[in-house]
């Protein structure tokens, strides 16, 4: 079955790094968008960044030139390399992909970004 487990997540400073690993298991990863979602407390889900399969990537207006997603077709892995976080980028985040139209999402990863 589709699995999608999330990892990286942490406590940061303002303006600090952090990577975030999502692992992709039971489709063949390489042949589909895969994408990042946060969700804030008291806030909805929210689009972050996507991959496509065949190479484009997308960004929310709120982390371009910030954040950049990239993944790894043989190791069944997308990246996102968090940079100059903010305190509004608080949230979890999750993994997303959709399967015939069906959205699947793996458990979520905290980021905390406070001093």
């Known amino acids: 079955q589709v699995q999608l487990v999330e990892s990286g997540g942490g406590l940061v400073q303002p303006g600090g790094s952090l990577r975030l690993s999502c692992a992709a298991s039971?489709?063949?990863?390489?042949?589909?968008?895969m994408s990042w979602f946060r969700q804030a407390p008291g806030k909805e889900r929210e689009f972050v960044a996507a991959f496509t399969w065949s190479g484009d990537t997308h960004y929310a207006d709120s982390v371009k030139g910030r954040f950049t997603i990239s993944r790894d077709n043989f190791k069944n892995t997308v990246y996102l390399q968090m940079n100059g976080l903010k305190p509004e980028d608080t949230a979890v985040y999750y993994c997303?992909?959709?399967?015939?139209?069906?959205?699947?999402w793996g458990q979520g990863t905290q980021v905390t970004v406070s001093s």
């Open positions: 039971g489709f063949t990863f390489s042949s589909y968008a």
């Open positions: 997303n992909t959709q399967l015939k139209g069906r959205d699947y």
